[in-house]
């Protein structure tokens, strides 16, 4: 494993044990009724999170064999995003499972990130029309862009 990874990694897996069990124990009313700034739901924010999983595990796959730079359909922008929500309709999604899928979702881009080739690091893809963004760094990113749902999360459990 990559020495500079072992704090993302840790600290996914440490947030996993530490949320689990405080969102499996909110009430329907707390995760399907109170919103943050998007207009999202707890449950919403939740799905969000196992898209950004997936997409991201994806994307560090693709980094490791294809050609570099990689073009990869960008699902954060544009409002793609929230068509994910909508269309996967994770508002109506059953919650234990969600919150299986979110936990299982995250322990798996953990194992890849453990797994990354070290020579693969450099290996960039475009983020946005103009910006390109390397392996490493994405994976650096992560542990940031998962804190900050949290935080939202957090934020609305307790309004």
Sequence with gaps: MIKEFEPVIHGILSLLDEWEPRLLALTNEVITNRRNSQ???IKQILGHLVDSASNNTHRMVHLQYRESPLHFPNYASHGNNDRWIAIQ?????DWHDLVMLWKYANRHIAHV?????P?????????????LMSLKDGIIGYLSHFELHLHEIDELIKS
Aim: proline share 0%; with cysteine; net charge negative.
């Design 39 to 41: 207009n999202r739901t």
């Design 89 to 93: 309709n994770y508002q109506q999604e």
């Design 119 to 131: 020579s693969k690091l450099s290996n960039q893809w475009y983020c946005s029309d103009e910006k």
């Design 113 to 117: 990130m453990q797994n990354v080739d």
